[in-house]
């Protein structure tokens, strides 16, 4: 199924039983969501199952038992073979369940004697996703007995709302999790779907229309989504006919010594691919030819330290900076952060800020300070750490260290909190925490990249190939960002837009894919993007 076909939002274990109990509340009777989730179970188990093949449904004791149960009934009217294990007694079932139970009229057998050798499909109907514990017992042993089956024989398992074992919210797994060929889940996603571990277990997920009503998502009004052109389409720039280079915005890339200097030309060809009407290179004179001799579109000017920055950046058309790629770690790095910072505190619309790599681990332990000079200088800025440079700039960080975060925009309850969460092992979790704690855009970067705002929202990307990890990948990406943000695009959509553009052109080259490679592949990604959103034939 495609990404198009599934909706964006993303909802938490507790937003999910949320949109359940205003549901039930409004009139509609919790078994029948119970029937409506296990005919769709069984709508898909058929799809995966040979005509009148044999399915194993492995039941747990709550709900997601009570879904199998449904499922195993629709299956054996269909003429499906069906053998079905519960795990505990059937008498402790209760609620909705023991209904759905009661309208089975096959056997029952305890959950470690059900054939699964005979089985073409075995359905996972042991927990659902907001499983409190690590599993163990009767219920490990299942998990992982499940998955040497469907290794073993090549053959698929299908897992109910989320594999048993993998936690929701957090994608990640309490001690085993179940590794399905397909997951069909209910109403929306969960951020568990998407993130790693999670989405492996996963495999394939589909969404359920079970009859949950609109209005609960309204309700909820949930602040993390799958990243797509759904959520920031509308203001992706479009080159308009009265349009000119100075009106698309000029791009400022630092870059490094004459050792280091190929980083900073890809960030720049991100940036101009990207759309930026201008992007120029500023290098120490000892690099200046190098560039000079490798760019053309890209201009050069020369820059030897913070003092020529600060007069490269009193020309306010330059209105996108990208710091980090190639710059070397170090104070002198340090410095050069500190002054672009400081020079967007005088403007009323301070320059749009990528701070990557080297400008993040210039700041090792010190994102206390790296926070603070970002809230004073009012502009926006966009961090674009990997899981490396996530730790190191955190680095030591604890809520002892409340009282150094916090400010006029940060209250010390707030960063006490987020310092707390840093420690989480939910990747969406921490860069939550990490952009409340500096005050910008955090995109983290991975195979399942998160873009946090400080105000909670959240995006994950679920699309980016393997083949998209190699070096000077990111430079692009940072570069992308820099010249959306050069396009007046807000901080938090360009960054959005340009991770999933980042992936959807390491897609449209394919395996072999090299850095070089993502910005020449941008047009045909733009040209077929801009086509579906109806911005006009290119």
């Excluded at 050792?259 to 120029?280: E, I, K, Q, Y």
């Excluded at 990948?473 to 695009?489: K, N």
Aim: hydrophobic residues 45%; charged residues 20%; glycine residues 12%.
């Amino acid at each position: 199924m495609s990404f198009q076909n599934l909706p964006p939002e993303l909802l938490t274990n507790a937003e999910m039983g949320e949109a359940d109990r205003l549901t039930i509340a409004s009139g509609t009777p919790g078994y029948q969501l119970m029937e409506n989730a296990g005919a769709a179970v069984a709508a898909e188990a058929a799809r995966l199952s040979p005509k009148g093949g044999r399915i194993a449904v492995l039941c747990g004791p709550g709900n997601n038992g009570g879904d199998g149960f449904v499922a195993a009934r629709l299956l054996k009217a269909r003429g499906f073979s069906v053998t079905l294990g519960l795990l505990g007694p059937r008498e402790a079932l209760h609620g909705d369940a023991a209904t759905a139970a009661a309208a089975w009229d096959g056997d029952v057998s305890a959950l470690e004697a059900l054939d699964l050798e005979s089985a073409d499909v075995a359905i996972d109907a042991l927990f659902g996703a907001g499983i409190a514990r690590d599993l163990d017992g009767a219920a490990r042993d299942a998990v992982l007995r499940l998955n040497e089956w469907s290794a073993r024989r090549r053959k698929p398992a299908l897992a109910v709302d989320v594999p048993s074992g993998l936690d929701g919210t957090s994608g990640e797994i309490r001690g085993v999790a179940v590794r399905a060929a397909r997951t069909i889940t209910f109403f929306r996603r969960k951020p568990g779907h998407l993130l790693l571990p999670g989405r492996i277990c996963c495999g394939e997920t589909v969404v359920a229309d079970i009859g949950i009503r609109a209005e609960a998502l309204a309700a909820i009004a949930p602040k993390t989504a799958a990243n797509g052109p759904q959520l920031w389409g509308r203001l992706l720039p479009f080159p308009s006919i009265e349009g000119h280079k100075y009106s698309r915005g000029h791009a400022l890339v630092l870059s490094g010594s004459l050792a280091h200097t190929g980083a900073a030309r890809l960030a720049a060809r991100g940036a101009l691919r990207a759309g930026a009407g201008l992007v120029t290179v500023a290098t120490p004179r000892d690099a200046l030819a190098v560039h000079a001799a490798a760019l053309t579109a890209i201009m050069t000017t020369p820059c030897d330290g913070p003092e020529e920055l600060a007069a490269i950046l009193a020309d306010r058309r330059k209105n996108a900076l990208v710091l980090g790629p190639g710059l070397g770690v170090g104070a002198a790095t340090r410095a050069l952060v500190t002054t672009a910072l400081a020079a967007a505190t005088a403007d009323p619309s301070p320059r749009a800020i990528v701070l990557d790599a080297d400008a993040l681990s210039s700041f090792k332990g010190a994102a206390a300070e790296l926070g603070q000079a970002i809230r004073a200088s009012g502009a926006p800025v966009v961090l674009t750490p990997h899981d490396g440079e996530f730790a190191r700039l955190f680095d030591g960080a604890s809520p002892d260290d409340a009282d150094r975060y916090a400010g006029p925009r940060l209250q010390p309850e707030a960063a006490c909190e987020a310092l707390k969460n840093l420690r989480s092992g939910s990747k969406l979790t921490r860069a939550r925490a990490a952009a409340v704690l500096t005050g910008a855009v955090v995109l983290l970067k991975g195979p399942d990249t998160v873009v946090a705002d400080p105000d909670g929202r959240a995006t994950i990307d679920d699309l980016s190939p393997p083949w998209l990890a190699t070096a000077g990948s990111g430079d692009v990406l940072a570069g992308m960002i820099g010249g959306l943000c050069a396009q007046a695009m807000p901080p938090f959509e360009a960054a959005s837009a340009a991770v999933w553009l980042h992936g959807a052109a390491a897609r449209q080259f394919g395996v072999g894919l090299i850095s070089e490679d993502l910005p020449e592949s941008l047009p045909a990604v733009l040209r077929a993007l801009y086509d579906s959103l109806g911005l006009g034939p290119l």
